[in-house]
């Protein structure tokens, strides 16, 4: 069979996800994607906080009492809780209680405790795989889920020659494009949809922008965005977006995520802590990058030229 480039587009998680592959042929292509279909769903129907049938809404209206769950959650949630403690609080999973009651999610028409329940206020049994949240506290973990889908979506796609999984900017790459070309990634303007300020040359690697543009609303007069440091129950100020690359999707979102939510400062001494390659916006337009990330820029007039 001829093999060649081919892009698919399937819905999950909220999101369309593009899969783009390359050296493989069409009726393998369509095989391999509804592989990775498949995983999206499923990291959907258990991890979706807008959906009351997942695992997860049956978890946050638990009422605080000790709750089974699956391997899987399991390990989501200790995993944030871990994230949680390294921040000291300004990432924490518990922030499904302030987004809910913007109106932003399940539960529907929350009204918060107070005071708001935290991630100490968390318990775990090992042996017995139970959670026990406090009454009233609603877990959001999907600044981890959504690029673990991605991440483990891609060994759906084993073998392939070249691929690209891009699931509502959350990106993650392995090998080449067409003739051996690198895999050019734009990053999106974040006071400008239609703009691009920069793009960059990668592969074999994962790629996450975190902004505070997508998802915002306006709830009581007050505006909000969905990145809040719940460390003043607040939506993040100074950061307008984050450009992080990883081996993995995974580390990429995460460490764009903290980086946003622990602020200009404390955001940018743990970026260079990990080395990563970064480009962050921020809210008076300042650009801040490191030589990583400068090394992998290509010309946005060439990407464009490209595209054209």
Same mark, same amino acid.
């Given at each position: 069979m001829t093999t060649g480039t081919l892009h698919r587009v399937f819905h999950s998680m909220g999101i369309a996800v593009h899969c783009t592959l @390359? $050296?493989? *042929?069409?009726? %393998?292509?369509? =095989? !391999?994607?509804? =592989?990775?279909?498949? /995983?999206f769903n499923e990291f959907d129907l258990r991890f979706s906080r807008? &959906? =009351?049938?997942?695992?997860?809404h049956q978890l946050n209206v638990s009422a605080g009492k000790a709750h089974k769950v699956? /391997? %899987? +959650?399991?390990? @989501?949630?200790? &995993?944030?809780?871990?994230?949680?403690?390294?921040?000291? #609080?300004?990432?924490?999973?518990?922030?499904? $209680?302030?987004?809910?009651s913007y109106g932003y999610g399940l539960p529907k028409d929350f009204t918060p405790p107070s005071p708001l329940p935290t991630y100490r206020d968390i318990s775990f049994n090992d042996s017995t795989l139970e959670i026990t949240l406090a009454s009233g506290q609603v877990l959001e973990p999907a600044s981890v889920v959504k690029s673990m889908a991605i991440d483990i979506a891609a060994q759906a796609f084993r073998g392939v020659p070249g691929f690209m999984i891009n699931a509502g #900017?959350?990106? +993650?790459?392995?090998? &080449?494009?067409?003739?051996?070309a690198l895999w050019n990634i734009a990053i999106q303007d974040p006071r400008d949809p239609r703009a691009i300020v920069g793009a960059l040359g990668i592969e074999n690697a994962g790629i996450a922008?975190?902004?505070?543009?997508?998802?915002?609303? =306006?709830?009581?007069?007050?505006?909000?965005?969905h990145l809040v440091d719940m460390r003043t129950q607040e939506s993040t100020s100074g950061i307008l977006s984050a450009t992080v690359?990883?081996?993995t999707c995974e580390q990429a979102d995460t460490e764009a995520t903290l980086t946003i939510l622990l602020g200009i400062t404390d955001g940018i001494? !743990?970026? %260079? !802590?990990?080395?990563?390659?970064?480009?962050? /916006?921020?809210n008076d #337009?300042?650009?801040? &990058? *490191?030589?990583?990330?400068?090394?992998? %820029?290509?010309?946005? $007039?060439n990407l464009i030229s490209k595209s054209a």
């Open positions: @390359v $050296g493989i *042929n069409a009726k %393998e292509a369509e =095989e !391999r994607i509804a =592989e990775a279909e498949k /995983i807008f &959906k =009351e049938t997942s695992e997860l699956s /391997i %899987e +959650m399991f390990q @989501v949630i200790k &995993k944030c809780v871990a994230l949680a403690e390294q921040t000291s #609080g300004a990432f924490d999973p518990s922030v499904g $209680g302030v987004l809910a #900017g959350d990106i +993650m790459t392995h090998g &080449k494009f067409e003739d051996g922008t975190s902004g505070v543009y997508q998802t915002h609303g =306006e709830s009581k007069g007050q505006k909000w965005h690359v990883a081996p001494a !743990r970026l %260079e !802590r990990t080395g990563l390659p970064y480009f962050l /916006i921020l #337009g300042l650009v801040k &990058k *490191n030589a990583a990330f400068a090394a992998l %820029e290509v010309p946005v $007039g």
